[in-house]
């Protein structure tokens, strides 16, 4: 089984700053990692898909790196809208497998 | 427009078996994936397992003893069974379409273990 290890568990940044989040796995994933993001009572919505892909109507300030064991995601520019959870997935092997999400907050 | 819709009991007895279903439309079933995963209050995503579109199974190891899922192409629905429910069990139990990720999701069906 994949582990995967988010970090960190929460931020708290202003609008317009930089946003990154770590998703490290246990074994080589190649590029098969989702990012999703979770407002509050609602379900999480896809926003980057298996390799490094920016999903439609996704805002390009969202995007993503990496390969084999380390990921990021970074949001640039962050605005109130996107507080919430995001959560990153790999999805390279059963079971599928997430990080236990970030929660961002914004000041 | 590919929609996904959970159905069942909101409240299930300690020991009793939950029943699900997820009613998709717009998209066939024999074209894509279909997982269900749960998310307890307050807590991250645990995925359950999958209907995969030529009609087998996976399932979470630490659930695969209680768990089945089966579906009706037909009705365009995914099932999902689960047995033994405890009340680590409450969660919004989601279903979510595979496309590269999973694209659609359902709105989410509340489920309460309790007597």
């Known amino acids: 089984e994949t582990t995967v290890t988010q970090s960190p568990a929460s931020l708290s940044m202003a609008v317009g700053e930089k946003v990154s989040i770590s998703c490290k796995t246990s074994?080589?994933?190649?590029?098969?990692m989702n990012w999703y993001q979770q407002k509050s009572g609602e379900a999480p919505k896809l926003l980057i898909s298996?390799?490094?892909t920016l999903r439609p109507g996704v805002p390009s300030r969202f995007s993503s790196s990496g390969y084999g064991t380390d990921f990021v995601f970074t949001i640039n520019n962050v605005l109130l809208g996107d507080e919430g959870i995001y959560y990153c997935?790999?999805?390279?092997?059963?079971?599928?497998?997430f990080g236990a999400g970030t929660k961002l907050e914004l000041k | 427009q590919v929609q996904l819709k959970e159905s069942g009991p909101g409240l299930v007895q300690p020991s009793q078996t939950l029943s699900l279903t997820c009613t998709v439309s717009g998209f066939s079933l024999t074209s894509y994936h279909v997982h269900w995963v749960r998310q307890p209050p307050g807590k991250g995503l645990e995925w359950m397992g999958v209907m995969w579109s030529d009609g087998d199974t996976s399932y979470n190891s630490a659930l695969k003893s209680r768990l089945s899922i089966s579906r009706d192409t037909s009705k365009s629905q995914v099932f999902l069974k689960m047995s033994s429910l405890q009340t680590e069990d409450t969660a919004t139990y989601y279903c979510a379409r595979e496309d590269y990720g999973w694209d659609y999701w359902g709105q989410g069906v509340m489920v309460t273990v309790s007597s």
């Open positions: 298996e390799g490094n």
């Open positions: 997935q790999q999805s390279d092997n059963v079971p599928l497998t």
């Open positions: 074994t080589d994933i190649d590029d098969d």
